[in-house]
């Protein structure tokens, strides 16, 4: 079995894969400081009460966009699952050539992102990551990665409204019923959710006019991700395991 792990600014996806089937997807929250005794356990109790037994676990690949935590992961994995894990970082070979002005500046997840729509759907395409941040990346017929914009994720522009409005409360990140809303909740909601739809809608077709191209397929993941790509028919299909299969096709792609 492959542990694939998805480090993010919010949260570390775990996918455990069976072959090329994900057998399962757990979460643990970024933010939490732990040692490498404390993930390895952690990571092994969330296998153990999923019935995955974790002596079955033999290889392991690493996409990772916080620094601060890959000392304490890494040797986690080493020490809990016998096998040093597999870091995407340069000279990985990933199947996807950065073509940008400063190939070392994009993240591991947005390489992975591209290495699985490129893999699955092929290219053009443009893919979209809706994380902590929104990302939205062109990668080419030839699997070249060329272009990236990056906007604040919706829980960013939430999170900004209720911290800096002092009169603004904390609420749930959902569609309301319309964009007519007539209380404070509803408003906040309908200006998050449909002014993500619109820069969405805006983004996108901005991006194909520039490049010269309509005939691009849009790829969306990510966990708000299924709420907006419902919303919009510039987006052509919402992949919630896009991540973890990109990681999946670049461990395939080592020399073992």
């Not at 919010?10 to 993930?39: K, W």
């Not at 993240?107 to 699985?116: E, F, N």
């Not at 002092?166 to 408003?187: D, W, Y």
């Not at 005939?215 to 299909?237: P, Q, Y």
Request: proline share 3%.
């Amino acid at each position: 079995m492959l542990l694939a792990v998805d480090v993010g600014n919010t949260n570390i996806t775990l996918g455990v894969f069976e072959d090329s089937v994900i057998v399962g997807n757990f979460r643990l929250n970024t933010r939490i400081a732990r040692t490498s005794d404390e993930y390895g356990i952690a990571i092994r109790n969330i296998l153990y009460n999923n019935g995955i037994d974790h002596d079955r676990i033999k290889d392991c690949i690493i996409a990772s966009v916080v620094p601060a935590v890959m000392h304490s992961l890494t040797s986690a994995v080493i020490k809990y699952f016998d096998t040093r894990p597999l870091v995407v970082a340069a000279g990985v070979r990933t199947g996807i050539n950065i073509q940008t002005e400063v190939p070392s500046q994009i993240g591991a997840d947005r390489i992975v992102d591209a290495a699985g729509a490129y893999e699955l759907y092929g290219g053009p395409l443009i893919v979209i990551d809706f994380g902590t941040a929104t990302t939205y990346d062109y990668v080419d017929e030839k699997g070249s990665f060329r272009y990236g914009v990056t906007a604040p994720g919706i829980r960013i522009a939430a999170k900004a409204l209720w911290e800096d409005a002092a009169k603004l409360p904390e609420i749930e990140i959902a569609k309301p019923k319309s964009i007519l809303a007539r209380e404070t909740i509803s408003s906040m909601q309908a200006g998050l959710v449909f002014g993500q739809i619109g820069a969405t809608e805006y983004i996108i077709n901005h991006m194909k006019d520039e490049i010269g191209k309509k005939n691009i397929k849009v790829i969306a993941t990510g966990g708000l991700g299924k709420m907006i790509s419902g919303e919009t028919d510039c987006i052509d299909l919402y992949n919630p395991d896009l991540t973890l299969q990109g990681m999946r096709f670049i461990y395939e792609k080592q020399d073992r």
